[in-house]
């Protein structure tokens, strides 16, 4: 783990993964890409009102034979809601992300085997062929952006950020995403599972729960 | 973008504290005025909430939007609804907890229809739905997965006629427009009274697929049956006064359908293991001639008290069988009479009747009758028999003398008792049988793909 010094505080600010290239102070809440040992202060995370999520940075679980910790959140909106991200790190350094919205919770890895479509080309229904991995189908396209980041992140994910992201369905509970930034296009694949099968740990208290 | 929820919100709460002592048991209620009406509208769970119904005017409300837009306005205060179990009250289903947060009335366009449902919610397992329809209560999963086309259709349609999810296949039971009539409390979309969705419905009782549909999504859930009881112990609901409920729902099982599926292989091995044991003991019936006997008679007379030589029934128990033949035309012979052991004196009376009339008539030609008439005797002790028998006749056209012959045969093939075990044995699955088609024929009754109605 690398601990540096937030320019903005001083506080420790910790990279648990060597993925994280952006972070957010816990105490000062300033937003901070990393440039190998230095921190850069780009902005300031404004705090989150009504958050319902069972989840928070600590929380573990598992995922296949995957045991994974939560170490950092990416919330974005879109017209009709909101879902949540979750950057996890596996035992072995390797890092993937849990998607949670309205008690859906998905697991999934990055992919590069296939180079991803382009966005113009993808409509709900049209299918995309992910090779060994099978072939997917378009669920929905949503244009979004980050309304809150915490913990560590692997690109800069300062408030306001926008994507389009494109949720695909395979075969029984697999899935697959494909973001679309300004920068970068990223594919994950990975499946559906009940939040009793994850068996969580450490996570948020919910008042009144 | 609707209410932006894509702009940073402002803070408004200081970060909670980690040292904070225990955490509240209650939720942290958030509440604002409404907007239409000024009342105060309170949102049990901000955050995950995006419309919220005002108690008091009915008015739909956008909490997404800073300045809580106004979604839909004053609707059917005229027209209000009750639901059965009260909004905020927690009930465990399947040894989760949900407390119920929205309430809907939806309707089907077309048949006018409606029905109630549950908006449920849980923080850590998300949402689920009860929908109430007259008494049946059903508790719904949306599922990501779809299930598979079974139709067999070369189009790809949105609703095939078959679907199978889990090696359990569905068939199409209703499909229409459902709308949206009345809602009270909050949900976590943005709730449109008047709003319209394609729907379909599956089933394969106890559990139904349903679909709903635009051009853009089209999201599945998985339905299964709960016992109205448990509904009402789960949500601590008063006992129902009127606990009358005809037919059947549309998922609801059918004892009669379960005892059938139970019973029928159990049924269907029983009659085959009837059928070999018959078969065989048919085939090992040595069916020996005992008597022969021609007699004479004249028509229109009657003979008594004639004696059959005796003659020996082999085996210590076996069936007897008697033929009577007489050359009947248009005509009868009748006879009566006892079979007797010479040795214990037990006897067997039995009656016959040989009668065969035909002729023609505005239908064409018509016969009926037999010359020939058997009985049978079962378990008749082995030993030395004779025969008593009358025997009374009727002819108009022929009064000559004629000749009958009385055989008996011991140990013959029978099928009778066959016939009897058959009967026995399948009073009750027939009875499941019937009551399960019964039953099915009321379900299907409320659906437009009844399968027990023939397109004409």
Redesign the interface.
């Known amino acids: 783990m690398l601990t540096l010094s937030c320019p903005s505080c001083g506080a420790n600010v910790d990279f648990k993964s060597k993925a994280s290239l952006f972070a957010v102070c816990s105490f000062c809440k300033s937003s901070l890409v990393r440039h190998d040992m230095d921190l850069e202060k780009i902005g300031t995370i ?9 989840i928070q940075i600590g929380t573990t679980g598992t995922f296949s034979n995957d045991k994974f910790e939560v170490i950092g959140r990416l919330k974005v ?6 879902w949540n991200e979750w950057f996890a790190m596996l035992g072995d350094g390797r890092v993937a992300w849990l998607a949670e919205a ?3 919770y ?1 697991f999934c890895y990055p992919f590069f085997d296939v180079a991803p479509p382009t966005k113009a080309s993808l409509s ?1 229904g049209k299918t995309v062929d992910f090779g060994k991995k099978g072939i997917y189908e378009v ?2 396209i949503r ?3 980050c ?2 980041s915490e913990g560590e992140l692997p690109f800069n994910a300062q ?2 950020r ?1 994507s389009t992201s494109v949720d695909l ?1 395979g075969f ?2 697999e ?1 697959a995403t494909i973001e679309y930034a300004a920068s970068e296009t990223r594919v994950f694949l990975g499946a ?1 599972q009940d ?1 009793d099968a994850f068996q969580f740990k450490n ?1 948020r ?5 | ?3 932006n ?9 200081k ?1 909670v504290d980690p040292v904070t002592p225990p ?6 209620i ?1 509440s604002f005025a409404c907007t239409a009406c000024g009342a105060p509208v309170a949102i049990r ?4 909430t ?1 419309s919220v119904v005002c108690d008091s005017c009915h008015s739909v409300i956008d909490v ?1 939007d800073k300045n809580y837009e106004i979604l839909s306005k004053y609707f059917s205060k005229t027209d209000t609804w009750k639901p059965t179990i009260p909004l905020n009250t927690r009930g465990k289903i399947d040894g989760k ?1 949900w407390e119920v947060i929205g309430f809907m009335v939806r309707s089907d366009v077309a048949s006018k229809y409606y029905w109630m449902e549950y908006l449920l919610f ?6 689920r739905f009860l929908t109430e329809d007259k008494g049946r209560w059903i508790f719904v999963t ?1 599922i ?3 299930p598979d086309d079974l139709s067999f259709s070369s189009v790809r349609i949105k609703t095939p006629m078959k679907v199978q999810m889990d090696k359990r296949s569905y068939r199409i039971y209703n499909r229409g427009i459902s709308k949206v009539e009345y809602v009270l409390g909050e949900f ?3 709730v449109v009274v008047g709003s319209e969705v394609n729907s379909a419905d599956y089933i394969d009782p106890p559990q139904m697929l349903s679909i709903e549909y635009d ?3 089209k999201i599945w859930s998985l339905g299964k049956h709960i016992d109205r009881k448990e509904v009402e112990t789960a949500f601590k609901l008063p006992p129902r006064v009127n606990n009358m409920f005809f037919g059947i729902g549309a998922i609801e099982p059918s004892a009669y359908t379960a005892d059938w599926k139970k019973m029928k292989l159990l049924w269907a091995s029983f009659l085959g293991f009837l059928t070999c044991a018959a078969i065989f003991f048919s085939g090992t019936a040595k069916n020996t001639l005992a008597s022969d006997y021609t007699g004479n008679f004249v028509p229109n007379t009657k003979v008594n008290d004639i004696t059959i030589p005796k003659f020996i029934l082999e085996k210590n128990s076996a069936n007897v069988q008697i033929s009577l033949y007489a050359p009947v035309s248009n005509s009868w012979f009748y006879l009566s009479g006892e079979m007797v052991n010479n040795t214990t004196g037990a006897s067997y009376p039995f009656e016959m009747t040989s009668e065969y009339y035909f002729g023609t008539d505005s239908d064409g030609a018509w016969s009926e009758g037999n010359a020939t008439h058997q009985l049978e005797l079962s378990s008749v002790p082995g030993g030395e028999y004779y025969l008593n028998i009358d025997t009374e006749s009727g002819d108009f056209k022929n009064t000559n003398q004629q000749q009958f012959s009385l055989q008996v045969r011991r140990n013959v093939p029978s099928w009778y008792n066959y016939w009897w075990f058959v009967f026995l044995v399948s009073i009750s699955p027939i009875y499941s049988w019937i009551m399960m088609r019964r039953d099915e024929v009321a379900r299907w009754s409320n659906s437009d793909f009844n399968p027990y109605v023939s397109d004409s």
């Open positions: 404004s705090d989150l009102i009504d958050d319902m999520t069972p909106g879109y017209a009709d809601g909101y309205q008690g859906f998905a709900v669920d929905d244009d979004c952006k309304v809150y408030q306001g926008a369905a029984e509970d899935m559906y939040f996570l208290h919910i008042d009144g729960w | 973008m609707v209410g929820p894509g702009e940073p919100e402002l803070p408004d709460e970060p955490p509240p048991s209650t939720p942290r958030k769970y901000p955050g995950a995006m997404t907890m849980n923080p850590y397992y998300g949402y949306m990501k997965r779809k976590y979309w943005r051009d853009t999504e």
